[in-house]
């Protein structure tokens, strides 16, 4: 099964802070990486789908890219209403496999 | 507008089965693969299981083979996922997706305990 590292597990940051976060693949999954967003009691939205392209109605200061096995969110300048649990998935080989998430919080 | 409503949920002891539903609205359910996915309390995402649209293929996680059935039927908008042999490692929600960059249900709870 292909692995998906996801970090960090857990971070803090300031409004108006530009924020990334990093999933690495095992193996090569070409683009095939969907970022969601999950808010406490909500199901997971997705934000960002194949590595780089924004979902409808996600906000523009939201992006995805790719560098070789490691893939990104950032969040250009973070707003209140960001403050949310980040997945990423690969969706390259079956079983898709989910990241083990990250916690965004305000500092 | 798409929806996605996933019924079926509750207690049940393990060992015992289970059958959710997802029925669906506001697109063409029967062009679609369908997934379901699950959340344990306070963890990650497990994605679970993929129908495709005409059920000619399904592939399903490692940790539900042989133990978990996903159908559907496209006359009646609905997809299912058939759970026997339950564990307490089962307990999550559960949530039906269209595509999973598209739509996704508003989740089911199952809790799996004796």
């Known amino acids: 099964d292909i692995q998906m590292t996801q970090s960090p597990s857990s971070m803090s940051a300031s409004l108006g802070d530009r924020v990334t976060i990093t999933c690495q693949a095992s193996?090569?999954?070409?683009?095939?990486l969907i970022w969601f967003q999950q808010k406490p009691g909500k199901s997971p939205r997705p934000m960002i789908y194949?590595?780089?392209n924004l979902a409808n109605g996600v906000p523009s200061r939201f992006s995805g890219s790719r560098s070789g096995s490691d893939y990104s969110l950032t969040i250009s300048s973070l707003e209140s209403e960001d403050m949310a649990d980040y997945h990423c998935l690969q969706y390259k080989q079956y079983p898709y496999t989910f990241g083990a998430g990250t916690k965004l919080e305000l500092k | 507008e798409v929806q996605l409503v996933e019924s079926g949920g509750g207690l049940v002891k393990p060992g015992s089965s289970l059958k959710l539903s997802c029925v669906a609205s506001?697109?063409?359910?029967?062009?679609?693969?369908m997934h379901w996915i699950r959340q344990a309390p306070k963890k990650g995402l497990e994605w679970i299981a993929l129908i495709y649209y005409d059920s000619s293929n399904k592939y399903y996680a490692d940790s539900v083979k042989g133990r978990f059935t996903i159908s559907r039927d496209n006359s009646k908008n609905t997809l299912y996922l058939e759970m026997n042999s339950l564990r307490s490692e089962d307990t999550a929600m559960y949530y039906c997706?269209?595509?999973?960059?598209?739509?996704w249900g508003q989740g089911v709870m199952v809790t799996v305990s004796s």
């Open positions: 997706a269209k595509r999973l960059s598209d739509y």
């Open positions: 506001g697109f063409t359910f029967s062009s679609y693969g």
């Open positions: 194949y590595a780089t």
């Open positions: 193996q090569d999954i070409g683009n095939n």
